[in-house]
């Protein structure tokens, strides 16, 4: 059974940066898509940024374009959020996914239903 767990998370002040890391753990791990979720307080679990994992295309949402960039690594079945001049709103759990159903290259999976494996989840709370 594989495990996604997810570190990096913790207090960064408004305008600092953070760089979330997700690990996958256990057996053999054949992703074809991983993406970044986060959930503030009160508020649905919205969609942050994916990496297609074979050919590394990358997809953020608007509200973090420029600040935020999502990165995978294949041989060591990792994928990463590195979070520069992060906003108090950035502040939630942070959930990294996995899909394993056949890719379509051409579409961003960015719906929860989409993923099939999650993590436990990690806080980020950005102070102004």
């Known amino acids: 059974q594989v495990r996604l767990v997810e570190s990096g998370g913790g207090l960064v002040q408004a305008g600092g940066s953070l760089i979330l890391s997700c690990a996958a753990v256990?057996?053999?791990?054949?992703?074809?898509?991983m993406a970044w979720f986060r959930q503030a307080a009160g508020k649905e679990r919205e969609f942050v940024a994916s990496?297609?994992?074979?050919?590394?295309?990358?997809y953020v949402i608007d509200s973090v374009k420029g600040r935020f960039t999502i990165s995978r690594d294949s041989a060591e079945n990792t994928v990463e959020l590195q979070m520069a001049t992060v906003k108090p709103e950035d502040t939630a759990v942070y959930y990294c996914?996995?899909?394993?159903?056949?890719?379509?290259?051409?579409?961003?999976?960015?719906?929860?239903?989409?993923?099939?494996?999650w993590g436990q989840g990690i806080q980020v709370t950005v102070f102004s």
């Open positions: 990496v297609k994992w074979i050919s590394g295309r990358t």
């Open positions: 256990g057996r053999t791990f054949s992703p074809t898509s």
């Open positions: 996914a996995a899909r394993s159903e056949r890719d379509l290259p051409t579409v961003v999976f960015n719906s929860e239903r989409d993923y099939v494996k």
